[in-house]
DNA sequence: GTCGGTGCAAACCTTTTGCAATCTA
DNA sequence: TAGATTGCAAAAGGTTTGCACCGAC
């Protein structure tokens, strides 16, 4: 180790985590959805104002964006991982096994520390609802 | 046409589903533990008994297990899928963010019907709570 | 000119599948 | 012997990473 490590000196070029067109397009699928997406759905719809945009950047700019909190994941059991926008609020979801489709729910019905053992600290919870969607149960 | 059986028609070789080492090994590794386990610490477990045993066998009876309801999935939100005994009744996880551990719960709020929207058939429901186990919250 | 962002392709990881060998009823 | 099970390796999906090029400050 000859040299010893650099403070950043990171005000030369590009400012980090700048605004792009890729990015913006990202964000704007997660918008204009009202239901969390799939990476590869994200990407679809983002390609509509972006050509050429890659998987990869999907995945690094959500990552990014989960990192800053700005978006969250959304992990149904049996089914792909996907991402909404935060700051909606405290919610749950509902998971059509109809249309496989994922639906927001209002409401929670709080208080499960009773159900922690003595002695755990619980710092957040995860509800999945499953079942089927009003139009999958008319069928 | 060839003679038709008369009583249950078991097949020449062996019974389907049939009980084997690799099989008894995987149960009882799920057995052994309290909570559930990653296909992969399955394995590591049931080499002990069973030398030579592969990460697919694993999944081929896990699936064959999940398939009988012998065995149930539990995802964790931002962890590998695991695997337990079914037959324990209704319950929940703890999800420790120190440890990495989950833990068994017992109790149900239940009662989830009211957050499901209009017209939507709720069938079952999944939660999990996240924090600190006893030993990693003394840390 | 620097440095961050992007696209492409390769790498990685987890899970599934094809196939020959093995074993049991 | 027939058929089921297994282990190995390859395949298949999904996600991450390396690297060269491009563009914004």
């Given at each position: 180790?000859?040299?010893?490590?650099?403070?950043?000196?990171?005000?030369?070029?590009?400012?980090?985590?700048?605004s792009t067109p890729?990015r913006e397009a990202?964000r704007a699928?997660?918008?204009?959805?009202?239901?969390?997406?799939?990476?590869?759905?994200?990407?679809?719809?983002?390609?509509?104002?972006?050509?050429?945009?890659?998987?990869?950047?999907?995945?690094?700019?959500?990552?990014?964006?989960?990192?800053?909190?700005?978006?969250?994941?959304?992990?149904?059991?049996?089914?792909?991982?996907?991402?909404?926008?935060?700051?909606?609020?405290?919610?749950?979801?509902?998971?059509?096994?109809?249309?496989?489709?994922?639906?927001?729910?209002?409401?929670?019905?709080?208080?499960?520390?009773?159900?922690?053992?003595?002695?755990?600290?619980?710092?957040?919870?995860?509800?999945?609802?499953?079942?089927?969607?009003?139009?999958?149960?008319?069928?």
């Open positions: 180790m000859a040299s010893k490590p650099r403070k950043k000196q990171r005000r030369k070029g590009r400012p980090a985590n700048a890729q990202i699928a997660m918008e204009a959805a009202n239901s969390p997406l799939t990476p590869k759905e994200i990407l679809e719809h983002a390609q509509e104002h972006v050509e050429g945009l890659g998987l990869a950047t999907v995945y690094r700019t959500l990552n990014l964006l989960a990192q800053a909190g700005v978006v969250q994941t959304v992990e149904i059991p049996g089914g792909a991982p996907r991402f909404e926008l935060a700051g909606k609020g405290h919610h749950h979801h509902f998971y059509c096994r109809g249309c496989e489709r994922v639906f927001e729910l209002e409401g929670c019905p709080g208080n499960f520390a009773e159900l922690s053992p003595k002695g755990f600290n619980l710092e957040g919870h995860e509800l999945v609802l499953f079942g089927t969607c009003d139009a999958c149960g008319r069928r």
